[in-house]
C-alpha cells in the first residue's frame, strides 16, 4: 500500500531534515508527536519549501517518497494566506471501469402476465403435494418459475460503464456546463468574441 498524508499541520517549529524540533520551539509537544508518528509509521516528510512567512507548514508524508518526482510552491488562491504546495509524481489514477450488466426494464413490464404466471404456478404446486419434496426442491422449482416469467415478461437492457462519469459532477454542475455550452454558441456571444 501507497501511502500519501498532506496539509496544513501549523507546526513549522520542525527541522524536518534533522528530524527534530527547533530550540525555542513554540509547540514542542504537538512538534515532537508529529515526528514520533512520522517516525513510527515510516513515513518521510518530503516537503522542505516554506509555505506561509519563512516556515513550513503545509507538509506531505509518503511511504514511498521515490514515487515524488518533485515539489513546488504556487501563490495562494483567493483569502488563503499559505502558498500551496504542488506535487508531481509517477502515480497514476486508477479507474475502476465497470462491466457491462443486464438489467430489467420495469417500465414496460408485463405485470398482469407476471401475476397470472405465478398464480397458475400456485395452483399447480399445491395440487403436486409439495411437502414431498425436499426445501431445496421447492425453492429451485419456484425460483426457475419466477425467474422464466421475469426473463419472457420484461424487457431488459445492457448498461454500459460510462467513463465519462465522474463522481464530483453532480446533476446542478452538469446544468450549468450545459447551459454555458449552449450560451457560448449563441450569435451574440460569439459577438462578443469577435469584440474581445
Known amino acids: 500500500m501507497k501511502l500519501f498524508i498532506g496539509g496544513d499541520f501549523n507546526l513549522g517549529d520542525i527541522e524536518w531534515s534533522l528530524g527534530r524540533c527547533v530550540a525555542g520551539a513554540r509547540d514542542k509537544n504537538h512538534c515532537e508527536k508529529l515526528i514520533n508518528i512520522s517516525n513510527n509509521h515510516l513515513l518521510e516528510q518530503v516537503n522542505t519549501l516554506p509555505t506561509l512567512q519563512g516556515r513550513i507548514l503545509d507538509l506531505l508524508f509518503t511511504s514511498h517518497s521515490s ?11 483567493g483569502l488563503s494566506d499559505h502558498d500551496i504546495l504542488s506535487v508531481t509524481t509517477h502515480i497514476k489514477p486508477v479507474i475502476n471501469k465497470k462491466a457491462p450488466r443486464t438489467v430489467y426494464n420495469y417500465k414496460i413490464a408485463r405485470w398482469d402476465q407476471i401475476r397470472d404466471d405465478m398464480t397458475s404456478f400456485k395452483d399447480t404446486y399445491f395440487q403436486s ?17 419466477l425467474l422464466k416469467s421475469l426473463n ?5 437492457k445492457i448498461l454500459k460503464g460510462n467513463k465519462k462519469d465522474l463522481p464530483w459532477m453532480s446533476k446542478k454542475i452538469k446544468n450549468m456546463i450545459h447551459k454555458k455550452r449552449n450560451f457560448i454558441t449563441r450569435p451574440e456571444a460569439l459577438k462578443m468574441k469577435k469584440i474581445s
Open 67 to 77: 514515487l515524488i518526482l518533485r515539489h513546488t510552491i504556487c501563490p495562494p488562491i
Open 152 to 156: 419472457t415478461n420484461i424487457p431488459t
Open 129 to 145: 403435494d409439495p411437502y414431498a419434496e425436499s426445501v431445496e426442491h421447492n425453492w429451485t422449482n419456484f425460483k426457475d418459475t
